[in-house]
C-alpha cells in the first residue's frame, strides 16, 4: 500500500450534480445485502473508534523509541531509533478539515472519464498505490497528488517528481519495513521533495474492526476503503472516483479493464462488491459523493 496526498487550491468546492442515486439504487439494493441492516453512519461514530485525525499517522508526538506495536498481522516489534527518526516531529494534518477532498480509485471505470480536471479541483487529493497519471490519463485522472516496481533508486524517485511535495504514506508492519525505509533513505539521498510517512497499525486495526462491524465480515479492507475512512474524518465533502469493482461500465455496458493502466485482477483478500456496496449506502445517506461515468456530462 503506498498512497499519495496532495494538498493545493484552498479556494475550491465543487458541487456535484450527481446520477449515481437515480441509476444505481437496485444495484445498491442487491449489494449492501448481508451488511449491517439501516446502517446509518454520523462521522463521530468512526472518529470515535478510531480517531483517525490524531492517530492515523505515526509520528513522534504519538509514538516513542522502542515501544512494542503489532501489525494488521498480529507480529510484534519495536520501533528503533533509526525508524523513530524517519517520522514527522508532529501529526501533518495543517488543519483540522478541509472543504473538499477527492478519493481516487484506479478502477477501468476512469478510463475515457475525463475527471481529471474535477479531481484536480478539491483541496486535498488521495491516491491510491501509486498509479500513472502522465501518458495522456491525467485528462482523465487528473495530476495532483505511488505502486512500488521500481528495483533501482534513482527510477523510483524520478517516479515521484510528479506529486511534488505530496505525502507518500507507506505500509508498517514487521514484513515492510526494511523496503519502506530503503524508499525512504532514496527520497532523502537524491532530494524528493515527497514526504514519506508511514500508517499506523494501531488505527489500522481499529479501523478493520470498525469496518467488520459494519457487515465486511472477516474481509481485508482495500486500500481505498482505508484512504476513503481518513478523509471522511478530515473533509467536509469526500468525492470518490474510479470505484467500480465490475467488469461493464454503469452506463454504456461496455468492457472494463480491472484498472485504468492494466487488468490486473484484485486479490481475493478483499470483498471489492461488498465494499462497493458500503460506499454506495454512504453515497445514498449523503457521507459521500461517488462519482461514476463521465464527469463532462454531470
Known amino acids: ?49 478510531c480517531s483517525g485525525f490524531d492517530k492515523a499517522i505515526l509520528n513522534q508526538a504519538n509514538t516513542v523509541v522502542e515501544p512494542e506495536l503489532v501489525d494488521e498481522r498480529k507480529y510484534s516489534f519495536q520501533v528503533s531509533p533509526e525508524v523513530f527518526n524517519t517520522f514527522t516531529k508532529e501529526h501533518p494534518f495543517s488543519n ?13 471505470i476512469l478510463t475515457d472519464s475525463s475527471c481529471g480536471e474535477r479531481i484536480d479541483s478539491a483541496q486535498f487529493v488521495m491516491r491510491c498505490n501509486l498509479p500513472p497519471l502522465g501518458n495522456g ?34 505500509p508498517f508492519s514487521r514484513g515492510t519495513t526494511a523496503i519502506c525505509m530503503r524508499a525512504i533513505y532514496s527520497v532523502e539521498d537524491l532530494g524528493s521533495p515527497i514526504r514519506p510517512v508511514f500508517i499506523n497499525p494501531k488505527y489500522f486495526r481499529r479501523l478493520m474492526t470498525f469496518w467488520r462491524a459494519q457487515g465486511l465480515g472477516s474481509a481485508w479492507m482495500s486500500t481505498g476503503l482505508i484512504m476513503t475512512s481518513i478523509a471522511l474524518e478530515v473533509c467536509e465533502n469526500v468525492h470518490l472516483y474510479g470505484f467500480w469493482p465490475f467488469d461493464n461500465h454503469p452506463y454504456g455496458l461496455y468492457d472494463l479493464t480491472n484498472h ?18 458500503l460506499l454506495m449506502q454512504l453515497h445514498r445517506q449523503g457521507v459521500l459523493k461517488l462519482h461514476l461515468g463521465d464527469c463532462q456530462r454531470l
Open 1 to 49: 500500500m503506498l498512497n499519495t496526498w496532495s494538498k493545493y487550491n484552498t479556494n475550491s468546492n465543487h458541487v456535484c450534480v450527481d446520477k449515481t442515486e437515480r441509476t444505481f439504487i437496485k444495484t445498491s439494493e442487491s449489494l449492501v445485502h448481508g451488511l449491517t441492516k439501516s446502517l446509518w453512519f454520523p462521522r463521530s461514530q468512526l472518529s470515535n473508534s
Open 96 to 108: 483540522k478539515t478541509w472543504d473538499t477532498c477527492s478519493v481516487v480509485g484506479n478502477g477501468g
Open 137 to 170: 490519463y491525467e485528462k482523465h485522472v487528473g495530476w495532483i497528488s505511488l505502486h512500488c516496481h521500481y528495483r533501482r533508486r534513482r527510477p523510483f524517485v524520478e517516479s515521484l517528481h510528479i506529486y511534488g511535495n505530496s505525502l507518500l504514506l507507506f
Open 260 to 277: 485504468y493502466y492494466d487488468d490486473r485482477k484484485a486479490k481475493s483478500v478483499h470483498a471489492m462488491p461488498k465494499e462497493f456496496g
